[in-house]
């Protein structure tokens, strides 16, 4: 991994995962206060 951070590719203090549906996945980033998406067949 990139290890924690702020960029795109970083978490800081992940606290929840959520996959819907159609296989969109969100994960709160606490520290960085941010809800990051990615998207069933994206890399």
């Known amino acids: ?3 924690k951070g702020k960029d ?4 800081d203090y992940p606290t929840g995962v ?3 549906r ?3 996945v ?6 960085n206060n ?7 067949g994206m890399s």
Do not use: A, F, I, P
């Not at 969100?26 to 520290?31: A, C, P």
């Not at 941010?34 to 069933?40: G, I, L, P």
């Open 1 to 3: 991994g990139h290890g």
């Open 8 to 11: 795109r590719n970083q978490l």
């Open 18 to 20: 959520l996959v819907d």
């Open 22 to 24: 159609l296989g969109t």
């Open 26 to 31: 969100y994960v709160s980033d606490h520290w």
């Open 34 to 40: 941010r809800v990051m998406r990615w998207r069933s």
